[in-house]
Antibody
Framework: QVQLQESGPGLVKPSETLSLSCTVSGGSISSYYWSWIRQPPGKGLEWIGYIYYSGSTNYNPSLKSRVTISVDTSKNQFSLRLRSVTAADTALYYC??????????????????WGQGTLVTVSS | DVQMTQSPSSLSASVGDRVTITCRASQSISNYLNWYQQKPGKAPKLLIYAASSLQSGVPSRFSGSGSGTDFTLTISSLQPEDFATYYCQQSYSTLFTFGGGTKVEIK
């Protein structure tokens, strides 16, 4: 059973960089896409970006100028860096596996495994 | 961006009720639509992918339908463990977007 676990500081100061890691266990990080998704308290879900195990990335344009997602296959980990944070970046941050499933001959992306989430608060 | 709109935003229902949640896309997304269930303090859980394919281990009382712009998640007989918030998500565009959620509460 694949498990994901987020780790990183729970409090970040405004204008600084938010850094989180996600450790994957119970399976290899290879051959899959891996993603970050966030949820402000009491609100809905926002996709941040994804990385393929080979290192190719795709980011939400609304965050692209501030986001970097990287992968370390030797550690079975991937990471999120979000620069120049403000209070609006306060959220529960989830890491998730992005699966490409085949339905007939069509490939469809969906998030099939999620971490438990980690709350990051931006405050001085 | 493909905007996803869910309705209603919340509903009250009793155990045993048939519940239907609707999700509408701002443009046609074929069947590139997934549904998730989120309980308080927990991560979302995949229920349905590709509009109507049931994820392994998900009870058969959950079903999905639709194509194009209009989609439905149906719970045929609501169980106590089904009280949660449900989200749709499109993957037609790789700028993935979620609906605003539908909270299913106990009547």
């Amino acid at each position: 059973q694949v498990q994901l676990q987020e780790s990183g500081p729970g409090l970040v100061k405004p204008s600084e960089t938010l850094s989180l890691s996600c450790t994957v266990s119970g399976g290899s990080i290879s051959s899959y896409y891996w993603s970050w998704i966030r949820q402000p308290p009491g609100k809905g879900l926002e996709w941040i970006g994804y990385i393929y195990y080979s290192g190719s990335t795709n980011y939400n344009p609304s965050l692209k100028s501030r986001v970097t997602i990287s992968v370390d296959t030797s550690k079975n980990q991937f990471s999120l860096r979000l620069r120049s944070v403000t209070a609006a970046d306060t959220a529960l941050y989830y890491c998730a596996r992005l699966r490409v499933g085949l339905v007939g001959t069509t490939g469809i992306y969906y998030f099939d495994y999620w971490g438990q989430g980690t709350l990051v608060t931006v405050s001085s | 961006d493909v905007q996803m709109t869910q309705s209603p935003s919340s509903l009250s229902a009793s155990v045993g009720d048939r519940v239907t949640i609707t999700c509408r896309a701002s443009q046609s997304i074929s069947n590139y639509l997934n549904w998730y269930q989120q309980k308080p303090g927990k991560a979302p859980k995949l229920l349905i992918y590709a509009a109507s394919s049931l994820q392994s281990g998900v009870p058969s009382r959950f079903s999905g339908s639709g194509s194009g712009t209009d989609f439905t998640l149906t719970i045929s007989s609501l169980q106590p463990e089904d009280f949660a918030t449900y989200y749709c998500q499109q993957s037609y565009s790789t700028l993935f977007t979620f609906g605003g959620g539908t909270k299913v509460e106990i009547k």
